[in-house]
């Protein structure tokens, strides 16, 4: 039956969904972002424990050390649910997709000096190894995180992780090619100036709370390495004669890095200021990792930055600093 | 050195190949087997991970491209369809029914699978399964997610769908499809892809989606068809990834034969269970029907699943042994799935209703063997008693099995006039079963089903009031007190269709706005 429906306004019965109009208020309309997050993930009367993990419920709080009220204040200031992440994710790479063929297009590759080539993928290849162990990690907070609100986004991370792991794999296939990849892996796996990092990231792997993987892995360690790969060295290798090319070719992790530090403060800022104890939980972890992630980036750093290196770095902790300080949180040595 | 001018070109598996599997490494600093250390426990012996055949192969940025391409569509179609009051357009206020059970019995289903897949995604140590689960996971939170939106604008003029996250969990029928991937989401990841990814989006999910998309086409619904369809090319990938990984467990260690068998046999009886649900969707809800129930079972399970598992004979895997009663119970199953609901309507967040006339000899021709002998007159009666102003309600909690948690509904497979009751001891404690193959399942897992949250028992043990509510309060109302544990609304969620707030809004709203 093929009806032709006039358009009239009739009155809703109600706004939202029961769960939804508890946090916002029944009168409001919700968003798809809250309608596609809050209470997604079930919290009471689980059937079985899982037997890889039988003292935990297959949700549950106490996989961390930070106490939520409401894990749902964890909240994504980007407001990603499936579409928006997506659409905004397709806006990103269509950017980089053009500067890819732009490089490969003109052959602007072969117009970068010699000692810069070198050097760009001394620095960049070895890093697909680590954004693949950044997906592993992310993969274990969507995985065993608590709520929607913080694990959807992180496997959000997981993927763009993967997808720049991706990007960098291209980065080599345009700057060199396969065999680049693979001495690339052979200094990631036994080159000693990549040692750190490859410890700093398997000692992740296995870490059982899942907060304190989150502060090790995405505020403290993304929190130096991409400003570190895609804001100075990617600096530096301009100033050497890379023109804007090398930037071309790291766009996409260079704006990656913005939009994901809006969710992590965000988380960092809540889960702190929701009480004494979780934020000097979250300061004695970055205490703990501050310093590894430091040393474990002053291998690489030094390849660009030879002696500069530590004064490179400690810039960047300095600024780390300030972010972390406008979250509420310090980041300076106790004890 | 001197940098290459002419590069190999690289071939699309081996470029997919460095964009994945290239990217991993054998670690040093930490053990393989502490960063993956639920890859042995279940007895399934992987040799050789390289030897995954990517069942496709997808980098990120095309699938953000191609995602996001089809969200931007299928949003656009929402928003259409929200504007111009399209659920007025569908055939029956009825119809709504089925998106109340779809978007609390299932929607959530998707997102348990996104976890479930975030978990695999993460624990299997060869890259290419891992990184085809994650999409996958991804996926499963996009069909979650975009479920829940198309079905928000029903809920602002519809009963019955404002707690779906909430009802899962609580809600008596409900524990029917939760408990099964509640029950595959605590089980080894290697036995979560056997039961989701093969038992479940292989063999039985065309018995799940087609009746729900062709339910919504037939009747008027192109907000939840829209999703339907849009769900389709994502759902094509889930079926070769599951299809992949029971050939790669097969082809691995011939030691993992009998257990994906035995994983096959239980996860199809599993789904068979649930679909229940459907099968009653199917015959009894919709106001315009797509095809029986029977229909769909010959078609997508007799003939397709047939063809597969008569593919799968190479490797030694035979068709489930549960099929036999399947066949049988197909002509028997969504009668006495309504008629429990019928009963039971008081308690639920959805409407019940008689068959039609018009509803009953459609089930005379579908089910020439049973419609007429054993149901027709037991719906006859009800009608009866309801025009005397009698209509029934139940309110005695029913037994259910412990195993897939339906009510003791099911007949003997050799005589449809005796219900099936089947039994084990454990741990000095009798438990009860519809079937002999629920029973099965337990007898190899009790540990684990012993746990199960079975709703009746914990009505009876008190669990399931609102906090505050006094039991040994003089007024006390049991069944009002669960309702408002469930989030129930007495009067505008539950009872029968006739006279409810559905009934009346839509007949005045479709009223107004088709006059002229
Ligand atoms: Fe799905
Ligand atoms: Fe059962």
Redesign the interface.
């Known amino acids: 039956?093929q009806?032709?429906?006039?358009?009239?306004t009739?009155k809703?019965?109600?706004?939202?969904?029961?769960?939804v109009a508890r946090r916002i208020g029944a009168d409001k309309a919700?968003s798809?972002y809250q309608?596609?997050t809050?209470?997604?993930?079930?919290?009471?009367?689980?059937?079985?424990?899982?037997?890889?993990a039988p003292d935990y419920e297959?949700?549950d709080a106490s996989r961390t050390a930070i106490v939520m009220a409401d894990w749902y204040k964890l909240l994504d200031p980007r407001q990603y649910?499936?579409?928006s992440y997506?659409?905004a994710?397709?806006r990103?790479?269509?950017a980089?997709?053009a500067d890819f063929a732009l490089v490969e297009d003109r052959g602007l590759a072969?117009s970068l000096p010699?000692a810069v080539?070198r050097l760009a993928m001394d620095l960049y290849l070895p890093l697909?190894?680590l954004?693949?162990g950044g997906?592993?990690n992310c993969?274990?907070l969507?995985?065993?995180g608590f709520g929607?609100a913080f694990?959807?986004p992180a496997?959000?991370h997981?993927?763009?992780h993967?997808?720049m792991?991706?990007?960098l794999?291209r980065l080599g296939?345009v700057?060199?090619?396969?065999a680049e990849?693979t001495a690339a892996?052979q200094a990631?796996?036994a080159g000693p100036e990549w040692q750190g990092l490859?410890?700093y990231i398997?000692?992740c792997?296995?870490m059982q709370d899942w907060f304190e993987l989150f502060t090790a892995h995405c505020v403290v360690l993304d929190g130096l390495l991409f400003p570190l790969f895609f804001g100075e060295i990617d600096t530096h290798l301009a100033a050497q004669g890379g023109g804007a090319v090398l930037s071309m070719l790291t766009r996409f992790e260079a704006e990656w890095f913005i939009d994901a530090t809006k969710w992590t403060n965000a988380v960092i800022k809540n889960a702190a200021g929701e009480s004494a104890a979780n934020k000097a939980q979250i300061e004695s972890w970055i205490g703990t990792y501050l310093p590894l992630a430091q040393a474990a980036l002053e291998g690489p750093a030094r390849s660009a930055f030879g002696a500069e290196a530590p004064a490179v770095i400690e810039q960047l902790t300095e600024q780390f600093s300030a972010r972390l300080a406008k979250l509420g949180v310090s980041t300076a040595q106790k004890g | 050195m001197d940098?290459?001018?002419t590069?190999?070109k690289?071939g699309i598996k081996?470029?997919y190949a460095?964009?994945t599997r290239?990217?991993?490494?054998?670690?040093?600093?930490?053990p393989m087997d502490?960063?993956f250390?639920?890859a042995q426990?279940e007895g399934i012996k992987i040799h050789d991970w390289d030897k995954w055949e990517d069942p496709f192969r997808l980098?990120?940025?095309a699938?953000?491209?191609y995602?996001?391409?089809k969200?931007?569509k299928?949003?656009a179609i929402l928003d259409a369809f929200n504007?111009?009051?399209?659920h007025?357009?569908v055939?029956d206020a009825r119809y709504v029914n089925t998106l109340k059970l779809f978007l609390n019995g299932i929607s959530?289903l998707e997102?348990?699978a996104?976890?479930g897949f975030?978990?695999v995604?993460?624990q299997f140590p060869g890259v290419g399964p891992r990184?085809a689960c994650?999409?996958q996971?991804?996926d499963e939170?996009?069909h979650?997610?975009?479920q829940?939106?198309s079905m928000?604008n029903y809920?602002?003029?519809?009963?019955g769908?404002?707690?779906?996250?909430?009802m899962?969990?609580?809600v008596w029928y409900m524990?029917v499809p939760?408990?099964f991937f509640?029950?595959a989401?605590?089980?080894?990841?290697f036995e979560f892809m056997v039961a989701i990814g093969f038992s479940f989006e292989y063999v039985l999910t065309n018995l799940l989606f087609v009746p729900f998309v062709s339910g919504a086409a037939y009747n008027?619904d192109m907000g939840a068809m829209t999703f339907g369809f849009s769900a389709q090319s994502d759902e094509a990938r889930h079926m070769t990834l599951g299809l992949e990984c029971i050939r790669f467990m097969l082809e691995q260690d011939p030691d993992n034969i009998p257990i994906v068998q035995k994983w096959i046999d239980k996860w199809t009886w599993r789904g068979i269970r649930v679909l229940t649900l459907v099968a009653m969707m199917m015959d009894y809800m919709l106001p315009k029907k797509v095809m029986s129930w029977k229909e769909a079972w010959e078609i997508y399970f007799e003939e397709n699943a047939g063809a597969l598992f008569n593919d799968l004979a190479r490797y030694g895997i035979k068709m489930p042994e549960c099929a036999k009663q399947a066949f049988i119970d197909k002509d028997h199953i969504s009668h006495q799935a309504w008629a429990t609901f019928y009963q039971y309507s008081g308690i639920s967040n959805f409407h019940s209703w008689l068959p039609s006339e018009e509803d009953k000899d459609w089930l005379s021709a579908k089910y020439p063997d049973t419609f007429d002998k054993y149901y027709r007159p037991r719906f006859e009666h009800w009608e009866a008693e309801a025009k005397e102003g009698r209509r029934f309600y139940n309110t005695t909690l029913p037994q259910l099995c412990q195993v897939c948690q339906i009510p003791m509904i099911f007949t003997e497979p050799d005589d449809p006039t005796q219900i099936c009751y089947r039994e084990s001891d454990f741990g000095g404690e009798k438990y009860h079963f519809c079937s002999d193959h629920c029973k099965h399942i337990f007898d190899d897992e009790p540990e684990?089903?012993v746990?199960?949250?079975m709703p009746a028992q914990?009505i009876y043990q008190g669990n399931c009031f609102p906090e505050g509510a006094d039991p040994t309060a003089p007024d006390f109302n049991a069944v009002e007190e669960v309702l408002k544990y469930y989030?129930i609304h007495n009067g505008r969620d539950n009872m029968d269709y006739v006279g409810s707030?559905d009934e009346k809004?839509f007949a005045e709203?479709r009223q107004?706005?088709?006059k002229?």
């Open positions: 039956m009806l032709d429906l006039r358009t009239v009739i809703p019965l109600r706004q939202t969904f029961s769960h919700a798809r309608e596609g809050f209470d997604l993930q079930a919290t009471m009367n689980f059937h079985y424990r899982p037997l890889w297959i949700f649910y499936y579409g997506t659409l994710r397709a990103m790479q269509e980089a997709e072969d010699h080539r697909r190894h954004e693949w997906n592993t993969m274990s969507a995985a065993y929607t694990t959807s496997l959000f997981a993927m763009d993967l997808g792991a991706q990007y794999t296939l700057l060199g090619d396969e990849l892996k990631w796996v490859r410890k398997e000692d792997f296995v | 940098m290459p001018t590069k190999k690289l081996e470029r460095l964009m290239g990217l991993d490494w054998e670690t040093s600093y930490q502490k960063v250390p639920y426990f980098t990120m940025d699938y953000w491209k995602q996001a391409e969200e931007r299928l949003y504007q111009n009051n399209g007025l357009g055939t959530p997102y348990m996104h976890r975030a978990h995604g993460r990184v994650q999409m996971s991804l939170l996009r979650a997610q975009t829940i939106h928000s809920n602002k003029y519809y009963n769908l404002h707690s779906p996250t909430e899962i969990q609580k524990s939760r408990s509640d029950d989401y605590t089980a080894g990841p008027g684990k089903y746990q199960a949250w914990q989030n707030e809004n709203w107004t706005s088709t002229n």
